[in-house]
């Protein structure tokens, strides 16, 4: 609980050394684009998305969708911010927009037995897909599962108090969505702009999971699966908080 503490008091000086600062926030969606599209498999360096991003310069030898994902991820991050600041209810078509968004560029339609969908307008899968040995829900579940999770996730938004359990709730948000996998593609970045939308509606800072810590995040997801318990997961992301705010308050 000191750790937690800790956190809390960290977040609070973050926030008052954070107002007023327009370039420190935008500086901030950059790094957090950055980090979230090097997780799924950008290759642009930290500068080369500063570049592509603040001041429009393509990256040199690397690949056009990559940066096309790094364009749609950053207006997706800003949408999202914008309806979170809105106070927009958390709803599945909130969720589809975000998603197509995120895909806007570099996602694709598919034929399926089941049908045809489009992964640019945010539809949901209509196959089954797999991330390693990990099986996610059956797409004939999808639909279920999303109408559950806007329940559960509205009906907490009513009673978290805590610094705690609002970011408990957000990461809860994070985790279940992504274990949906609703999307045939884009479910890691859709799943952390979630997080970032619930935090924002709190008027709690914004972070992002560090890229080196790729394979941490992925084993403390998979615990949680493994053992139907979200607290390994709930470490690891304050952990991630924290380095984060730390990170900002050294920098600033």
Known sequence: MDKINKLESLV????????????????????????????EGSTLTEGQVYNLLDLDIPAKNKPFTEQ?????????????????????????KLIREIAALVMKN???????????????????????VFAGARRFPDSAKVPALMKTLVKDINAKLLTVETFVQKCELAFELHYRFVSIHPFADGNGRTSRLLMNYLLTM????????????????IQALERARNTDNLTPFYHFMFRQYQKFIEKALKER
Not at 106 to 128: A, M
């Open 202 to 217: 709190f008027d709690l800072p914004i972070f992002y999971v560090f890229k080196n810590n790729r394979i941490s995040y």
């Open 106 to 128: 570099t996602g694709s339609i598919f034929n399926t037995v089941s049908g045809t969908f489009d992964g640019t307008r945010g539809e949901y899968r209509l196959l089954n």
């Open 68 to 92: 096309q994902m790094v364009i749609d991820h950053q207006k997706a991050l800003i949408f999202t911010l914008n309806r979170a600041r809105e106070r927009a209810p958390l709803t599945e």
């Open 12 to 39: 609070e000086e973050y926030r008052r050394a954070m107002q007023g600062q327009v370039d420190l926030q935008r500086f901030t969606y950059y790094a957090i684009t950055y980090h979230s599209t090097a997780i």
